[in-house]
């Protein structure tokens, strides 16, 4: 059975530092892996994938991928209060293949 | 671009009633569907999922049933709701990844 393991937190950082959010993922045939946001009584959004090996950059966000050591974290970079949330690790096989997911980071981001 | 449509938003049903949550997907053609549930605090449960029409695969059993009558639609019920049933629903389509509906928050009382 694939796993998706998050650390449920809460990991809790001082407005202005670095989040890092860790994933490990138990199938080693993995290829595609995605990161969620999920404000308290909403649905999740989508804020960052990685296909390949190495680090992925899009504004505050980095996604970083190991595949040899089945790691994937999340680092946001100068936190805010608005960051505040919980993180949801996904992990899937594929083109069309259903995603699996972690139980989520919680973050809290305090002023 | 495409969309997603959930409702209803929230949802008070007393025990043993029946429920029924539609979800409609616009913009795209024959996506695969998704049911989710959220227990509070708890993670993603995946309930059902749908390649096309009239096909539904279950993920868990219980007593909630799933139906794809049309290509963009996909419908999540029950014929007696259980105290357990309370939870937040989230159907979603898969693209690039997810993208997920906003949700119905559903309490049985």
């Known amino acids: 059975q694939k796993e998706v393991e998050q650390n449920s937190g809460p990991l809790s950082v001082p407005e202005g530092a670095i989040a890092s959010l860790n994933c490990t993922y138990s199938?080693?045939?993995?290829?595609?892996f995605f990161w969620y946001r999920q404000y308290s009584g909403k649905s999740p959004e989508l804020i960052m994938f990685?296909?390949?090996?190495g680090d992925k950059e899009d504004g505050r966000f980095t996604a970083q991928l190991n595949k040899a050591s089945q790691y994937v974290s999340l680092l946001i970079r100068d936190s805010q209060p608005s960051d505040s949330a919980t993180y949801l690790c996904?992990?899937?096989?594929?083109?069309?293949?259903?995603?699996?997911f972690g139980g989520g980071t919680r973050l809290m981001v305090k002023p | 671009s495409q969309t997603i449509h959930q409702w209803p938003a929230t949802l008070v049903q007393p025990v043993g009633s029946p429920l029924s949550l539609e979800c409609t997907v616009e913009?795209?053609?024959?996506?695969?569907l998704y049911w989710y549930r959220q227990a509070a605090g708890r993670g993603l449960q995946l309930l059902f999922y749908?390649?096309?029409?009239?096909?539904i695969s279950s993920e868990v059993p219980q007593n909630l049933s799933a139906s794809r009558p049309q290509d963009r639609q996909f419908i999540l019920s029950s014929k007696k709701l259980l105290l357990s049933d309370s939870g937040f629903y989230l159907c979603?389509?898969?693209?690039?990844?997810?993208?997920f509906g906003s949700g119905t928050r559903l309490t049985v009382v």
């Open positions: 979603a389509w898969s693209s690039n990844g997810y993208t």
């Open positions: 199938d080693r045939g993995s290829q595609s």
């Open positions: 990685i296909y390949s090996n």
């Open positions: 996904a992990v899937s096989g594929g083109a069309g293949n259903m995603l699996t």
């Open positions: 913009g795209t053609s024959n996506p695969n």
């Open positions: 749908s390649v096309g029409i009239g096909q």
